[in-house]
């Protein structure tokens, strides 16, 4: 099965705190990529990181870390010292080879409210 | 570089009826897809052209359709609509060959579908 897990549906926290996007993926493939889309009110989907399977390096970005962890096909999202600009609701994405070509496989997403 | 560029951005339709929806991808993009967002699904991928050839296509009736120009700019049609199409569709455009290896999508705004 190939499934990507966002089992936080909504978070809300108080500005300049940390918080934590889980996600959780089921892929036998040993080569596919991971991504993660912020979605603003505005409706767009912005990208914010890519990370292929074999690269299990963390990533820092400003105020924004990933964690991968293969051992627990997990691909989580830090965001430190929040703001309210934050709030949107963020994607996890699962990107992988099938039926000759390469196909997207979304969560259902986590509304982030970060609250002034 | 412009975005990409969904229209319109808004639309009222009643059942039975057919709507087409447009998409303007990145310039020099040649893969555009079509997902539809909705609370209980989240993004579910419709279909995705390259070159003017439907690629890959995900598991929607026949009344979703699509096609692309030799522009790379896509159309979607939805016929005899109905209470469940309503939704906001995305438009996503990216420059990867091969159904975008490697290469993140790029989103437009949206179509926000409401089917009366």
């Known amino acids: 099965a190939q499934k990507v897990t966002q089992a936080q549906t909504e978070i809300s926290v108080v500005e300049k705190e940390d918080v934590t996007l889980d996600c959780v993926y089921e892929t036998r493939d040993t080569t596919y990529y991971l991504f993660w889309y912020k979605q603003p009110p505005s409706g767009e989907l912005v990208f914010l990181i890519r990370r292929n399977s074999f690269d299990e390096q963390n990533e820092i970005s400003g105020r924004y870390s990933w964690n991968f962890q293969k051992s627990t096909s997990s691909f989580n999202f830090t965001i430190t010292a929040s703001q309210v600009v934050d709030s949107a609701v963020y994607f996890c994405?699962?990107?992988?080879?099938?039926?000759?070509?390469?196909?997207?496989?979304f969560g259902t997403g986590t509304r982030l409210k970060v609250l002034a | 570089k412009a975005g990409v560029t969904q229209t319109p951005r808004y639309l009222i339709k009643t059942r039975g009826q057919q709507v087409t929806l447009s998409c303007s991808p990145i310039?020099?993009?040649?893969?555009v897809s079509w997902y539809q967002q909705t609370p209980g699904q989240g993004l579910q991928f419709l279909f995705e052209y390259f070159s003017e050839t439907q690629r890959n296509k995900g598991n929607f009736p026949g009344r979703f359709s699509g096609r692309q120009f030799s522009n790379s700019r896509s159309e979607m049609n939805v016929s005899t609509l109905e209470l469940g199409d309503s939704a906001l569709y995305l438009c996503a455009s990216s420059d990867g060959d091969r159904g975008m290896v490697n290469s993140p999508l790029h989103f437009g705004n949206g179509t926000r579908l409401t089917v009366t």
């Open positions: 994405a699962l990107q992988l080879f099938d039926s000759g070509t390469y196909k997207y496989i």
């Open positions: 310039s020099g993009h040649r893969s």
